[in-house]
């Protein structure tokens, strides 16, 4: 640098100059090439450098800035804070994979036309997504929740937070005036921040399992809040702290549940012993609800991820790289735990009827199976009401006609409309129906929800050909799959009013887990029991 004498503790730098330099105010980074210290000098601090300008710089004060930025722990900013809040943000976005602030056209976002004058995005690019997220505009609750339920499937939470970061730090076009850049702080900048702190609140509030599943991910979610604080969004800053200390305070100590009203007194005592247990001895109304407990449990534990991608339907082959490796992350844990236990049960339903070679003995078994379906129903349990009613139907068992045929009348009704209430016509009509009708807490049939997700993963593209080339994501896919992710969590939120009896609930998890046949084994047993009729004996029987 060219020493060129002092002006006013200025080096090289007129007043005149200064003062014009106030009035252009380019951003931080303008400060490099305009002051400057001789070689043989050490150069001061940068805060004492601008301390110094501050003599000569007009302090100008936003009039009035957004009272919920205010509320967030915003202060009221001068254009000096101005400049320096740009000089952090610069060295904090320096690398940036994805591009902001690009100007909307056919080649980056599609959206149609909304209520009041709100446009609903139908797809669009990665940055355009994440822009929509935290418009400065206005904010979108229903984008908003559709986003967090769905991201997985076009990005991860790792590049989310990152692109929410660069968003945080959005920075005004280059060359901008003293109103320009005030104008850009409080129409844009002090929006977006805004809307940033909404989505990582909702995050943490709703998804928290995101931060404590992705290794660095709360780590660095700290970072972006201490920058919070740093640009003056104390308050914001100390309300996500506080989420993430509660949240974390729920996932080491067990949830325990109040209810306001006691719950029924179990039929089995938790003291007996399971030897006594059995399908006929333990109460049909007990059986029910410790079975609803436990699968009550597993479906609450269903996360929105699980649901994307068809996560559930892979096999480890077809879920790692190369199509062959003995190493396999189930995406969807919970789902294909469901979907494992109503085969268990299912199958356990068969094993019990084909296990009595006595007639009287199958009859009896079917109708304690047909009390305890009618007891499934009334705690709202769809899902196990469909395993029995699988088991009675898989054809070794379905095929049984003597043994149907002495079903008693009162209980053959009562199966009769069990079954035209969860029957699969017309894609789950009547089950649907029935749901609808249905108060929490309940246990959906998992299978209408898995079906409709199939249905829209199989005839919806996740990109949008908006041609030349250009793939956006469709969102509008990934709208019509948190709307099936909604319904799903709909009856997530409510537990069963009813005491655990844990050596029943485990004699009845244990004993409906065991695969006893195999598919020959259970079509043997079948004609075992009631051997194929001839023609002969079909027509004198009619």
């Known amino acids: 640098a060219e020493y060129m004498g002092y002006d006013e503790d200025f080096r090289g730098i007129s007043a005149p100059r200064i003062g014009a330099f106030g009035t252009r105010t380019l951003w931080a980074a303008d400060f490099t090439p305009v002051v400057e210290w001789p070689k043989e000098r050490p150069t001061p601090p940068w805060g004492d450098v601008l301390k110094n300008m501050q ?15 205010t509320a967030t722990g915003g202060a009221q900013s001068t ?81 989310l937070l990152e692109l929410l970061a660069d968003r945080f730090h959005v920075r005004p076009p280059s060359g901008a005036s003293g109103e320009e850049l005030l104008r850009f702080k409080k129409n844009t900048q002090i929006p977006i921040r805004i809307r940033v702190f909404n989505v990582l609140k909702h995050w943490l509030d709703k998804h928290f399992y995101d931060f404590t599943d992705v290794s660095g991910l709360l780590q660095r979610l700290n970072m972006l809040i201490s920058d919070m604080s740093e640009c003056g969004m104390k308050n914001a800053s100390e309300n996500l702290s506080s989420i993430i200390a509660k949240r974390e305070a729920q996932e080491q100590r067990e949830k325990r549940i109040v209810f306001d009203q006691a719950p029924p007194e179990p039929l ?30 597993m479906y609450r534990s269903i996360k929105p991820a699980e649901c994307l991608n068809q996560e559930w339907a892979k096999k480890p082959s077809e879920a790692t790289e190369g199509g062959a490796s003995s190493y396999f992350v189930d995406k969807a844990p919970h789902i294909r735990a469901m979907i494992e236990r109503f085969n268990s049960m299912s199958e356990y339903v068969a094993v019990e ?11 009896q078994v079917v109708v304690r199976f047909i ?63 029935a749901l609808a009708m249905a108060s929490p807490p309940a246990v959906p049939y998992l299978g209408v929800f898995l079906t409709d997700l199939t249905f829209i993963e199989d005839g919806n593209n996740d990109f949008f050909d908006a041609g030349n080339g250009v793939k956006l994501i469709s969102f509008e896919k990934r709208r019509r799959i948190a709307a099936v992710i909604s319904d799903i ?40 029991a009631e051997p194929r009729e001839t023609r002969a004996a079909n027509l004198q029987s009619s």
């Open 268 to 297: 089995v005592s938790d003291t007996a012993d399971p030897a006594t247990f059995s399908l006929l001895t333990v109460p049909a109304r007990e059986f029910a609800r410790q079975l609803t407990l436990r699968e009550s449990a």
């Open 371 to 433: 009390e305890i379906a009618s007891e499934l129903r009334a705690l709202n349990n769809f899902n196990g009401v469909m395993e029995i009613l699988a088991g009675c139907n898989l054809t070794p068992v379905f095929r049984l006609r003597r043994t149907w045929d002495a079903v008693p009348p009162r209980a053959m009704a009562k199966f009769k409309e069990l079954s035209a209430e969860m029957s699969r016509d017309f894609n789950f009509k009547a089950p649907r129906a």
């Open 55 to 69: 003599i000569r710089l007009r302090h100008v004060t936003f009039a009035q800035e957004q009272s919920q930025y």
């Open 79 to 159: 254009l000096l804070e101005a400049l320096m809040e740009q000089k952090r943000d610069a060295s904090a976005v320096e690398t940036k994979r994805v591009v902001f602030g690009e100007r909307d056209s056919a080649a980056n976002i599609i959206c149609d036309d909304g209520e009041a004058n709100r446009e609903v995005v139908r797809a669009g690019t990665l940055a355009k997504l994440v822009e929509r997220l935290t418009y400065e505009k206005y904010p979108d609750p229903n984008y908003l929740a559709a986003f967090l339920l769905t991201y997985r499937s076009f990005t991860t939470p790792t590049e």
């Open 353 to 363: 009827i084909l296990q009595q070679s006595d007639l009287d003995a199958r009859v």
């Open 489 to 528: 969590q709909q009856f997530q939120q409510t537990p069963y009013c009813l005491k655990t009896v844990q050596r029943l609930a485990d004699w009845i998890f244990e004993h409906t887990g065991r695969r006893v046949y195999s598919e020959a084994e259970f079509y043997a047993k079948s004609l075992e």
